[in-house]
């Protein structure tokens, strides 16, 4: 079955960088609108920024814009997302998702990675 796997997370300070990474698996990788969500202790999962299969098209949470950067490499079916200036509520479990078209909905993905954590210390 289609496997995504989350690398990447740890502890940063604040101000800090991450880059995490979503390798996928049985899946047209390009075909697929790429996305990550993330999830805080005691919140619902919220929507982070999405990709389009080509790449050419992303989209972005106001809350992370001009911090984050979506991309992905179809040759080697991996997703990225680049963190910079990273803040203490940036705390969350990172979930990639794949799709179908840009979306910002749970609902809009069929396929879901089991998650990486990402801690930045004040």
């Known amino acids: 079955q289609v496997q995504l796997v989350e690398s990447g997370g740890g502890l940063v300070q604040a101000g800090g960088s991450l880059r995490l990474s979503c390798a996928a698996s049985?899946?047209?990788?390009?075909?697929?609108?790429m996305a990550w969500f993330r999830q805080a202790p005691g919140k619902e999962r919220e929507f982070v920024a999405t990709i389009s299969g080509s790449g050419l098209s992303t989209y972005y949470a106001d809350s992370v814009k001009g911090r984050f950067t979506i991309s992905r490499d179809n040759a080697k079916n991996t997703l990225y997302l680049q963190m910079n200036s990273l803040k203490p509520e940036d705390t969350a479990v990172y979930y990639c998702?794949?799709?179908?078209?840009?979306?910002?909905?749970?609902?809009?993905?069929?396929?879901w990675g089991q998650g990486t954590q990402v801690t930045v210390s004040s």
């Open positions: 049985r899946l047209t990788f390009s075909f697929y609108a």
């Open positions: 998702a794949a799709g179908v078209g840009l979306r910002v909905g749970e609902d809009d993905y069929d396929y």
